[in-house]
C-alpha cells in the first residue's frame, strides 16, 4: 500500500516562504505523476502543481511564479517550494500521486494546513 506523509506546513507571514515535503513510500509503479492540491474554507479542492514523470510541471495560473514543485526520484519525494506567499494561499495542501500503469490507481497524503498572515 501506497503511503504520503506530508510536512512543511505552518504560520508565515505575508511575502514568506514555506517549502512543502511529500515523501512516498510501499509498492510504488515505475511511472507515476505527483502533484499539489489545496482547499482553502468554502472552497472546492484546486490543483496547484504537478511534475510528471520526464521532469515536466504544471502551475495553477494564481502561483505561477511563486510556487516551483521539485521531485527527488532517489526519495520518492515531491516538494513544494512556496515563495511570495499571500493571504489568499491559507488552504490545507494534500499531495497526490496518480500510476500511469494500467490500472491507474491515486494515493492521497493527509494535508497539511498552510496559514499566511497580512
Known amino acids: 500500500q501506497v503511503q504520503l506523509v506530508e510536512s512543511g506546513g505552518g504560520l508565515v507571514q505575508a511575502g514568506g516562504s514555506l517549502r512543502l515535503s511529500c515523501a512516498a513510500s510501499g509498492s510504488i509503479s515505475s511511472l507515476y505523476v505527483m502533484g499539489w492540491y489545496r482547499q482553502a474554507p468554502g472552497k472546492e479542492r484546486e490543483s496547484v502543481a504537478r511534475i510528471l514523470p520526464g521532469g515536466t510541471t504544471n502551475y495553477a495560473d494564481s502561483v505561477t511564479g511563486r510556487f516551483t514543485i521539485s521531485r527527488d526520484n532517489a526519495k520518492n519525494t515531491v516538494y513544494l517550494q512556496m515563495n511570495s506567499l499571500k493571504p489568499e494561499d491559507t488552504a490545507v495542501y494534500y499531495c497526490?500521486?496518480?500510476?500511469?500503469?494500467?490500472?491507474?490507481?491515486?494515493?492521497w497524503g493527509q494535508g497539511t494546513q498552510v496559514t499566511v498572515s497580512s
Open positions: 497526490k500521486l496518480r500510476t500511469l500503469i494500467q490500472p491507474s490507481n491515486e494515493y
